[in-house]
């Protein structure tokens, strides 16, 4: 017979179910994401999906509104396009239908290491999150190492290596690039 669990495990086994673990445990499409675009942390996840849901939720609001408010539907419906792909979310501005479509993945492929691998900057994420946290990546004048960084449109091109990292050196040797007077510094 096993014995009484004390209070203390019982409070850390609380919302623990053993004998249904697959409906307790998660969901497997969010281990999915979590793994297939390298999100260390399963909050910044939780946090995409909400955000996702707000995005659709007010897509359907918009496309909900009544004839009268034609004008004020359309003014709204443009500054949320117009926001969404400023920040790289959705491809066109064309209408709602995409906003309706949006998805946490496509918050995770604006994140700086995936945009590392689609400039080519970095093999796969692995190695992307990796110069991330080192620090051999700046988005402007600003060193970042925090992985979880969302790049907008505009700054995606501001995305180059760090002037003293090594990385930057080895790419400017390889393509036979490097200034003679950074061989001196």
């Not at 897509?59 to 003014?75: C, E, V």
């Not at 959705?90 to 949006?102: D, H, T």
């Not at 998805?103 to 080519?120: E, I, N, Q, Y």
């Not at 692995?126 to 505009?154: I, M, N």
Request: glycine share 4%; charged share 30%.
């Amino acid at each position: 017979m096993v014995r009484k669990l004390k209070y203390h495990e019982q409070k850390l086994l609380r919302r623990l179910d053993l004998m249904n673990w697959e409906a307790s445990g998660g969901n497997l499409a969010e281990v999915r994401a979590l793994r297939r675009y390298r999100v260390g942390r399963r909050e910044d996840y939780v946090h995409y999906k909400a955000l996702a849901r707000a995005v659709r939720a007010l897509a359907r609001r918009l496309r909900d509104l009544g004839p009268a408010s034609a004008a004020f539907r359309a003014r709204c419906a443009a500054a949320l396009l117009e926001k969404l792909h400023g920040l790289g979310l959705v491809n066109s501005r064309q209408s709602l239908a995409v906003c309706e479509s949006l998805s946490a993945a496509a918050f995770c492929r604006r994140r700086l290491p995936c945009l590392l691998v689609k400039l080519r900057m970095a093999q796969n994420l692995r190695h992307a999150v990796t110069f991330v946290e080192q620090g051999h990546v700046r988005v402007g004048p600003e060193v970042v190492t925090d992985p979880a960084l969302l790049v907008p449109r505009a700054v995606e091109d501001f995305i180059t290596w760090v002037d003293a990292s090594r990385l930057r050196q080895k790419v400017l040797d390889y393509n036979q690039e490097r200034d003679d007077f950074d061989l001196a510094a």
